[in-house]
Each structure stands twice: as C-alpha cells, then as structure tokens.
C-alpha cells in the first residue's frame, strides 16, 4: 500500500519491523524505488535482501536490472545476468529478457543489448520495443526500423510504445515514406483515440521530415493534445520563421486550457526574434512568471540575448545578461560575442571575451570570434596577441 502511494521510506520502515521478511516484499519495494528513479535506493534494498540470504526471483531481478540501466552500473547488470543465466531464468520470464536487453541499451551497450536479445529464447514485444527505443534515441534510425520490421516479420503486433519509437526513428533518418506507413497500421487499429504519446510522435515524425501542412492535419485531428503536442508543432513551425503562425499557437492553445510551459514560451520567444518583434519578445519575457508562471531559464536568456544582439541593442543585451541571477554560462556569454562580432563592438566584445576566458580558457570559440573582431576593425595586433594567447592555452 505504502509503496503504490509513492511513500517509499515508510514502506522501507514497515519492511523493517516485519518479524519476517520474504523475497515478496523485498521485490515490491525495490519495485518501487525503481520506478520512481531512485536507482541507488533500490540497488541497496536488493543488497541488504541478499545479506539476508534470500535469492531474488524472475520479479526481483527485472527491477534491480531497471536501477542497474538508469545509472548506468553496467558491472553490476552483469552480475545479475551471469546469475540469471546460470538459474535458466530467461526460459520462463519475457519480462526478465525484455530487462536485460533495456540495461545494457542504457549502459550504451548496444551491441551487446542486441546479441542478448538475439538469444533470448523468446522474443517479445517488450524486449524489440526496448531495443527499438534505444536505437531511436540515440539517432541510430535505420537500425531502429530494420528492428522494427524483423518484429513484425517474426509475427509480433507492435503495441503503441513500439509505434513511437519507430515514428522517431523515421523522423531521424527523414523516412517519411515508412513513417506514414506506420501511420496507416496506427490508424487501422484505432490507436490515436486517447494516447497521446503517440499522437505527439506521429506529429513530430512529420514535422522532423519537413511535412509541416500533414503535421497539422495530424494534429488538428487528435482528440487528445498536451502541452508536448502543442510544443512539438510550435518548434516545428518556428524553425522554418512561421512566427504568425507561432503566436497564434499560443492563444489557441491558452484557449484549449493548456498552459505554456519553458519550452513553449522559447518557441514565443525565437519566433519573435525571427520576425525582428524584439519589443514584443521583451514583454513576453518579462511576463513569463506573471502572466504563465515559469521563471526565465537560461534559455530564454538567452533567446533575448539573440533578440537585442541581432538588432544592434548591445547595451540591453547586455543588461539582460546582467539581469541574470547567475551569468556563469558560456552559451550567454558566446551569443553576446557573437552579436558583438556582427556590430564590431570592441569594448563590449573584450568584455565577454573576458568573461569566456575566465570561465573556459580551453575554448577557441571565443578566441576566434575575438580574433575576426579585432581583424574587421583593422587591428591586426590585437589580433595576433589574442591569437597567441590562444595557443598559449591550447585552445581547441
């Protein structure tokens, strides 16, 4: 009950006080650290289950293998793993191979996630879903859908989590032809109707291939939109300067009962940076917290920082920096130079270059863009002093 409530320490304390404890209740509490990300919590419950000298079962260890994955203790999966195998675990357990596979794809052992999942006696969707995710997110696109076509080849119906992480590999590798394909087996089986998780890659998929009017023909007919949908669609359009579009994004979503969050009002943000509004990105930045309850991130900061740099407002940009509860960023300080090297600023230039070395000195960005400052204004010297200092502090 404790641990189904999330209060994961007062169910440790009960465990404690049990008069006797069994692999039962060890595993439904390492179940739940596990699942609430406190990876460390729950390899030390399954240790301390070891010293009592209980042996874990099939449950057991896919929740230690889910800690093992989500910090990466790859030593440690290993361990459970030669012991899975020497019990003949796997014989009776898909959810216990679709584990193994998962832990050595987050340990970024995707070489050995694939042989392991190529012997497992039998194959299911949670271990090719498990596989497939993790070629997609880490932009290996074409291994993630030949994955997913040696699935359906071996009979298996793919379920929604599987569907997703294909449409993000198609997005990656701009495989628009077998993203709507994969379109079409969603909407046979009806999908769409209240997931929205898959309603939000199926967007994205066509936005990442370029397919802006079909992203919003998809999006317009989901019945289920959150804020990531809103956020996928907005960014897709801001990237290609649709910033009437954009603003317009965030009224209609306002009026859906949506509220923006970070990722949206930088969306707002560029988007009025790219139609050269730097007054109205102003007043949004500074109503973020009042009017939609998000503090300014460093993106955003940013973002304004572009704003005013671009059009030649170097002294609000550099107030905005100033502004900052802290300026210790690189990014900040790197667009600000950036927009000092398109004005050939040398005094507000030498100021963030300052900043920049104080902060990473090994960076050559901000040694070149110092260097083409001083060149464009006719003062080789300099010049050549910051190229020296440059490598001086071998710069790369």
């Given at each position: 009950m404790y641990v189904k409530c999330g209060a994961l320490l007062k169910a440790q304390e009960v465990l404690k006080n049990l008069?006797?404890?069994?692999?039962?209740?060890?595993?439904?509490?390492?179940?739940?650290?596990?699942?609430?990300?406190?990876?460390?919590?729950?390899?030390?419950?399954?240790?301390?289950?070891?010293?009592?000298?209980?042996?874990?079962?099939?449950?057991?260890?896919?929740?230690?293998?889910?800690?093992?994955?989500?910090?990466?203790?790859?030593?440690?999966?290993?361990?459970?793993?030669?012991?899975?195998m020497q019990q003949g675990l796997l014989k009776y357990s898909e959810v216990l191979g679709t584990a193994l596979v998962d832990m050595y794809a987050k340990c970024g052992l995707l070489s050995k996630a694939k042989y392991v999942h190529d012997k497992l006696p039998s194959r299911s969707v949670g271990s090719w879903t498990a596989l497939i995710a993790v070629y997609a997110q880490l932009a290996q696109g074409e291994q993630a859908v030949c994955c997913f076509e040696q699935m359906q080849h071996e009979g298996l119906q793919p379920n929604s989590l599987t569907f997703a992480s294909a449409l993000k590999a198609c997005g990656t590798i701009g495989a628009i032809d077998k993203g709507e394909q994969i379109h079409d087996e969603i909407s046979r089986q009806g999908l769409l109707g209240s997931d929205v998780a898959l309603g939000n890659a199926l967007v994205d998929m066509y936005i990442k291939c370029g397919a802006l009017l079909k992203a919003q023909k998809v999006f317009e007919m989901l019945s289920a939109r959150n804020v990531a949908t809103w956020n996928t669609l907005i960014a897709g359009f801001a990237q290609v300067g649709q910033s009437d579009y954009v603003l317009n994004c965030l009224q209609l979503m306002q009026h859906e009962g949506i509220h923006p969050n970070a990722s949206t009002l930088s969306c707002m943000l560029n988007a009025c940076r790219f139609r050269g509004l730097v007054d109205d990105a102003y007043i949004y930045f500074m109503n973020m917290s009042t009017n939609y309850g998000v503090g300014p991130h460093l993106e955003h900061y940013i973002s304004m920082v572009n704003s005013f740099g671009n059009a030649g407002h170097l002294d609000k940009a550099f107030n905005i920096i100033q502004g900052m509860p802290c300026s210790d960023y690189p990014e900040v300080w790197l667009a600000f130079l950036g927009a000092c090297q398109k004005w050939k600023d040398i005094s507000f230039g030498r100021w963030a270059f300052e900043q920049l070395i104080q902060l990473n000195k090994n960076d050559a960005t901000a040694y070149i863009i110092m260097i083409n400052i001083y060149s464009a204004t006719g003062m080789q010297d300099e010049a050549i002093m910051i190229e020296n200092m440059m490598n001086e502090n071998n710069a790369y």
């Amino acid at each position: 009950m404790y641990v189904k409530c999330g209060a994961l320490l007062k169910a440790q304390e009960v465990l404690k006080n049990l008069p006797s404890r069994d692999v039962i209740t060890w595993s439904t509490l390492i179940s739940g650290y596990a699942q609430v990300g406190q990876a460390d919590q729950a390899l030390a419950c399954f240790r301390e289950m070891q010293l009592e000298g209980l042996s874990p079962n099939a449950v057991t260890y896919a929740c230690v293998l889910k800690a093992c994955g989500a910090i990466g203790d790859i030593e440690q999966g290993e361990k459970i793993h030669e012991d899975v195998m020497q019990q003949g675990l796997l014989k009776y357990s898909e959810v216990l191979g679709t584990a193994l596979v998962d832990m050595y794809a987050k340990c970024g052992l995707l070489s050995k996630a694939k042989y392991v999942h190529d012997k497992l006696p039998s194959r299911s969707v949670g271990s090719w879903t498990a596989l497939i995710a993790v070629y997609a997110q880490l932009a290996q696109g074409e291994q993630a859908v030949c994955c997913f076509e040696q699935m359906q080849h071996e009979g298996l119906q793919p379920n929604s989590l599987t569907f997703a992480s294909a449409l993000k590999a198609c997005g990656t590798i701009g495989a628009i032809d077998k993203g709507e394909q994969i379109h079409d087996e969603i909407s046979r089986q009806g999908l769409l109707g209240s997931d929205v998780a898959l309603g939000n890659a199926l967007v994205d998929m066509y936005i990442k291939c370029g397919a802006l009017l079909k992203a919003q023909k998809v999006f317009e007919m989901l019945s289920a939109r959150n804020v990531a949908t809103w956020n996928t669609l907005i960014a897709g359009f801001a990237q290609v300067g649709q910033s009437d579009y954009v603003l317009n994004c965030l009224q209609l979503m306002q009026h859906e009962g949506i509220h923006p969050n970070a990722s949206t009002l930088s969306c707002m943000l560029n988007a009025c940076r790219f139609r050269g509004l730097v007054d109205d990105a102003y007043i949004y930045f500074m109503n973020m917290s009042t009017n939609y309850g998000v503090g300014p991130h460093l993106e955003h900061y940013i973002s304004m920082v572009n704003s005013f740099g671009n059009a030649g407002h170097l002294d609000k940009a550099f107030n905005i920096i100033q502004g900052m509860p802290c300026s210790d960023y690189p990014e900040v300080w790197l667009a600000f130079l950036g927009a000092c090297q398109k004005w050939k600023d040398i005094s507000f230039g030498r100021w963030a270059f300052e900043q920049l070395i104080q902060l990473n000195k090994n960076d050559a960005t901000a040694y070149i863009i110092m260097i083409n400052i001083y060149s464009a204004t006719g003062m080789q010297d300099e010049a050549i002093m910051i190229e020296n200092m440059m490598n001086e502090n071998n710069a790369y």
